[in-house]
């Protein structure tokens, strides 16, 4: 930020000026160089405005809809029911738990990221006019993006404990770890999702390419079926999707039985850390041209 002094002389007579020894500061805004162009600090010190943010796009999410939040509900229980019908009875894919268990702890951490990952990609573009005409922390924009996605979790999330009890499964102390595996689902989720946001302000054919890509990865994460039907030497390949940890971690907290739980999630984690770094670089990089571009 620079400050220009401007000399200026102010009239009795509603506003004539001409020059004079008053002085009136002007405040110019830069842009900034280096990390601090994100406005990490200012994310903290603006954290009123990602509330709001955060809280109108759940409204939003749900208004003027026939049944409310029931649609957080109706999602993944038809999924999953279609799932276990399908794979569960007629396929019979070999599951070390009941086979509608097995889908929907496998579903809640996929609809945790896929609808924080569309909603953070294009988190942008549908607020263009924050953008251009107000200055705030670009990144604060696709990061409470992610937010309302958790409401539809927690909702989900209630319905899986009724099954839960229904089948008789105790949890174990991995539970505990619960909360962290949220955290890296969203990290995950937002790593990508900051790439396509700022791609999106410049390349608008990106948010067709978003429902694409999510296909393909639901058939690459093994979310309907168990890491047990995976030949050993594909395990790396698939290992490479940071999701897949994140499914893994969620039914070993949950349930208390997945494979290779340890190494698939230490190499999420990796992967998240590298595309968020390199997302936040990049996004660093374009933020100067999206009140022009978008």
Known sequence: ????????RVDADFGATDAAPRNTRITVLEPK??????????????????????????KVRYKQTAVGAAWALIQPIATVAIFTILFGHFTKLPSPTPYVLLVFSGMLPWLLFTQSLTQSSLSLVLNAALVTKVYVPRLMIPLAATIPSLIDFLLGF??????????????????LTLPLLI????????SVGIWFA???????????VIPFLVQIWFFVTPVAYSTQII?????LVFGLNPMTGVVQGFRWALLGKAANVGPLLALSVG????????????????????ADRI
């Not at 590298?274 to 100067?288: D, H, K, N, P, S």
Request: aromatic residues 16%; charged residues 20%.
């Open 1 to 8: 930020m620079s400050v220009a002094e401007k000399p200026e």
């Open 33 to 58: 160089r280096g990390w601090v162009s994100l406005g990490l600090r200012e994310l903290w010190e603006r954290r009123e405005l990602f509330y709001f943010l955060a809280w109108r796009d759940i």
């Open 158 to 175: 209630v319905v899986f404990v009724s099954l839960m009890v229904w089948y008789g499964v105790v949890p174990t102390l991995a539970i």
């Open 183 to 190: 955290l890296l689902a969203l990290a995950t989720a937002l």
């Open 198 to 208: 700022a791609l999106n302000v410049a390349y608008r054919d990106v948010q067709y």
């Open 231 to 235: 030949p050993g030497k594909w395990h």
């Open 271 to 290: 992967l998240v850390l590298v595309l968020l770094v390199t997302g936040l670089a990049y996004f660093r990089r374009v933020e100067r041209e999206f």
